[in-house]
């Protein structure tokens, strides 16, 4: 061990990460091993400038926490955050990044818009992406 | 009472990390009490916080060479020989301010009775100087010293909480991937092992599948950590405000 004063900081550090909900401190962590300068797996999805390489790679990790989550709240808010994934990518970038149905994602996306529980930017992302969808404006990724 | 002097310990510097009993409230309020466990307790009481004893010590211009023996006077004479167990509640505040203030004040004390005994005339008589109610010089900074050693020994006991439950799982690539991305980097300054790596040493198709145990061991570690210092803090927020407190007083200052 060397030098503990200094070696210990990050990892005490991430008892002040922890948020009140577990599962909302792993997709963090999740988006921090996609992004090490992601804020949050939600801020990570919902910026703009977030390039679709970088969507695709949480929407494959979310859907690895849908499949795989040691708990009820992992895999619902992976299910959640997969969906988001593909509709950041259709409302900021008009691109399908996935091979989904039109009408699964119109779904899915509907069902983050009208929960009332979830964080505003997100419901806001799957309005924009419902709307993208449905006026067919989006291309289809490589 | 029987004191701790009667019953020899088996204590050894070191020796602080070994199992993954815990040393609660309940440990302490029962090493000093008269229970049918009482030994037991006392001595993993006495196990436990040795490093974190002897680091203080070994700051404060203790030589060397005695700073076991003030150690391990201290653990008898006044953690078990005395009623500093028994003292120690959830009311009265930090066990961990408690402790070092505890030794700060044996440690000055057994130091002053060696400078006497250093000074003291073969007529048996002694002068007391206008300076010897002074401090006592020590070198370094042995709070500092005591407060590294007390964090790291909380950061070993959730390392070997998780490590354990890792390896009885049958989850031995989920504590390596832990243990050589994130905390032998932070521990010691080694490099973190890449996601290809581990994809190959571990048979992962993935990357997203190291992203996601990686995110899971980290979310457990800092439970187990929490759990730690939640020993002395019920409530999260307490243990919260226990570490920011531990970040500004170790990190110098930085929050």
């Known amino acids: ?142 | 009472m029987t004191t701790a002097r009667e019953k020899p310990l088996s204590i050894s510097p070191g020796d602080s990390t070994g199992g993954s009993s815990h040393t609660n409230w309940k440990a302490i309020v029962d090493a000093a009490s008269s229970s049918v466990t009482s030994d037991q307790s006392r001595e993993a009481v006495a196990q436990r916080y040795w490093p974190v004893i002897n680091a203080f010590v070994k700051r404060s211009g203790v030589n060397t060479a005695e700073a076991d023996d003030v150690t391990q006077g201290f653990i008898a004479d006044v953690l078990l020989g005395r009623n500093l167990l028994a003292s120690a509640t959830p009311e009265r505040g930090k066990f961990r301010a408690l402790l070092m203030a505890s030794v700060r004040n044996y440690t000055i004390d057994q130091l002053r009775k060696r400078m006497a005994a250093s000074r003291k005339p073969e007529a048996g008589w002694v002068v007391q100087l206008e300076d010897d109610t002074g401090s006592v010089a020590v070198d370094g900074d042995p709070e500092r010293a005591f407060l590294s050693a007390w964090v790291v020994m909380i950061i070993d006991r959730a390392s070997n909480e998780v490590r354990e439950h890792a390896l009885r799982s049958g989850q031995e690539m989920h504590w390596d991937i832990l243990d050589r991305r994130l905390l032998q980097p932070c521990m010691t300054g080694a490099v973190p092992v890449s996601t290809e790596a581990f994809m190959r040493q571990w048979s992962l198709s993935s990357a997203v599948q190291v992203a996601n145990i990686v995110a899971r061991m980290k979310r457990r570690f800092t439970a187990a950590l929490m759990a730690q210092l939640g020993q002395f803090d019920e409530d999260s927020e307490s243990v919260v405000a226990e570490v920011s407190a531990l970040l500004v007083e170790i990190g110098g200052g930085r929050r």
């Not at chain 1, 008009?94 to 039109?102: A, E, H, L, V």
């Not at chain 1, 899915?108 to 067919?136: C, H, K, P, Q, V």
Request: glycine share 2%; charged share 25%.
């Open chain 1, 1 to 142: 061990m060397t030098d503990p004063e200094r070696t210990a900081v990050p990892i005490l550090e991430w008892v002040l990460q922890s948020g009140s909900s577990p599962a909302i401190t792993l997709t963090t962590w999740i988006a921090k091993e996609i992004e090490p300068s992601a804020v949050s797996a939600i801020d990570l999805m919902v910026d703009p400038k977030t390039p679709c390489a970088t969507l695709l790679a949480c929407k494959d990790a979310f859907k690895h926490l849908t499949l795989d989550g040691e708990t009820v709240d992992d895999r619902t808010l992976g299910a959640v955050y997969y969906a988001a994934s593909i509709a950041a990518a259709m409302a900021n970038h008009r691109t399908r990044i996935t091979r989904q149905s039109s009408h699964a994602l119109e779904h899915a996306f509907r069902n983050i818009w009208i929960d009332e529980s979830a964080d505003l930017r997100l419901r806001d992302i799957a309005w924009r992406a419902f709307f993208t969808l449905r006026m067919g404006l989006e291309a289809t990724a490589d």
